[in-house]
């Protein structure tokens, strides 16, 4: 079994950054992709943005220039730089991991999200 730990959600105003963490642990061989997404009241869960163990990058539109994914394979963490936020980024945000675990096998894993709060 995988677990997926996050941190780092809280409350910010309009304009301000935060910083969450996520970090996998448990049984697991190799972790593909990693990653972030979300979701609003009363909306369906989004990309945020998502990282492979290659470097290959994939962000939603509503984020790109704002939001920065970065990963440490050794730690086996993934981090989501968050600037300029709005009050629309308001969300429960969920870490992702797809990995290869015990006998090879590859699954999809959720965390069990942070609240991000952006309010004056």
């Known amino acids: 079994q995988v677990q997926l730990a996050e941190s780092g959600g809280g409350l910010v105003q309009p304009g301000g950054s935060l910083r969450l963490s996520c970090t996998a642990s448990?049984?697991?061989?190799?972790?593909?992709?990693m990653g972030w997404y979300r979701q609003a009241p009363g909306k369906e869960r989004e990309l945020v943005a998502t990282?492979?163990?290659?470097?290959?990058?994939t962000s939603g539109d509503s984020v790109k220039g704002r939001f920065t994914i970065s990963r440490d394979n050794e730690k086996r963490t993934v981090y989501l730089q968050m600037d300029s936020l709005k009050p629309e980024d308001t969300a429960v945000y969920y870490c992702?991991?797809?990995?290869?675990?015990?006998?090879?096998?590859?699954?999809?894993?959720w965390g069990q999200g942070t609240q991000v709060t952006v309010s004056s």
């Open positions: 448990g049984r697991l061989f190799s972790i593909i992709t």
């Open positions: 990282i492979t163990n290659g470097g290959t990058l």
């Open positions: 992702y991991a797809d990995v290869i675990g015990s006998w090879a096998r590859r699954s999809e894993y």
